[in-house]
């Protein structure tokens, strides 16, 4: 059999599991290009048959040269680019894997892929990927049986471990906060006592509720992105409830909500966020204050978060603090918008430490009705922890799965010779990446209620 030649774009924190998963077939060789040529060396060094290459993805000429000298592309890149690697593929019939959402724009590249002999298969990490092969297993052994289900709840979160969940947001990033707050102002779409339900991005945080998965934990809980569709994909259209979201510690939506209502997230340049303003000036400008004493931020804050209760305004007021934001320090201006500036904060502040661990924690709850109206509910459970020294939760999780489908594509195997846009929805595509996840050790685990 001659040498499998994968193209791996991106090296951020999932590739190099995924990476290291492909490597164990000693003939593949695999080329992981970025937009910087050290940081791909160094995903790169050490181990065999694994080139580093830099590559700017804007370029179609570059980019189409490069995915036609493959045999699978595997993009980690943000999910933005993935319609014009995609096109490039089909163009070069070569087949791709990611782990983001299909998207309408990837949905309409579905004839093309046909025509082409060109299979896409995306949505295959951890949320979504591990939740749609657990999901569909469970509801086709309910189904098997003559039963029906309900309710669906799908929640997941990507979380330090409880112990060094130690500041009032109770989140730390090992990458960019960006997309992790943008997420946190998605509006939401969902089915609820046979209603479809519709949340406003600016409301999502303050619809979060406490949310019990498993003792030691005290989680809330809020839909996100539109759940609407799943209720087709994972074929349950006798469920009159069908809600997907994320999990956070408790007190996050809430901070989260006042940086929102505070204009944190605020995407637009600002002229007056110049370097050498101190965080005081900033909020200042951003909530329109009389100046920049903290007695005068403190007073404009209740005025636009409206607190309910002393307690939540002194906890607020207190996270708002921790993060710097009262501060007469320079403020980290970054990109002339109030939302990068933030995050430029949240970075120095809420990054991970060494010997620090994370955790993934997804759950599916099933309310099931059996013949002669005897209902039962379900949970099916994935708890997983970072290594310290090696992997994290996060990583492991969204970059073995992908691995693995990835090298079941390359396998040939029977289910995933079907050209077109793909994502796992069927059994003949989940059963068997569950089936070699689990070997890896990430596994959900099924209990009745």
Known sequence: MADIK???????????????????????HIT????????????ATGLPRTTAIAIDVSSATELDSLIACHTLVISLLPYVYHASIIKLAIKTKVNVVTTSYVSDVLRELDVPAKEAGVVVLNEVGVDPGVDHLYAVKKIGEVHAKGGLVKEFYS?????????HADNPLGFKFSWSPRGALLSQVNSAHFLSGGKKIEISNKDLMGVAKPYFVLDGYSFVAYPNRNSLPFQEYYDIPEANTVIRGSLRYEGNPALVKALIDLGWLDTKPKDWLKTGITWAEVLQNAIGAEDPSESALVSRVEELCRFTSKAESERILSGLRWIGLFSSEPATVRGDNLLDTLCAQLEKELSYQPGERD???????????????????????LELYGEPEGFSAM?????????IAAQLVLDGHQAFRT??????YKK????PIRELLEKEGIKMVENLV
Not at 6 to 28: D, F, H, Q, W
């Open 6 to 28: 994968i193209l791996v774009l991106g090296s951020g924190m999932v590739a190099p599991p995924c990476v290291e998963y492909l490597l164990r077939n000693t003939k593949n």
């Open 32 to 43: 992981i290009a970025c937009r910087t040529l050290s940081t791909a060396k160094t995903l």
């Open 155 to 163: 929640y997941c979160g990507g979380l330090p471990a409880p112990e």
């Open 359 to 381: 955790l993934v924690m997804l759950q599916h709850k099933f309310v099931v009705e059996w013949p002669r109206d005897k209902e039962e509910t379900f949970t099916s459970t």
């Open 395 to 403: 990583a492991k999780s969204v970059g073995v799965t992908c691995g």
């Open 419 to 424: 050209p077109g846009v793909l994502a796992p």
């Open 428 to 431: 003949e595509i989940c059963d």
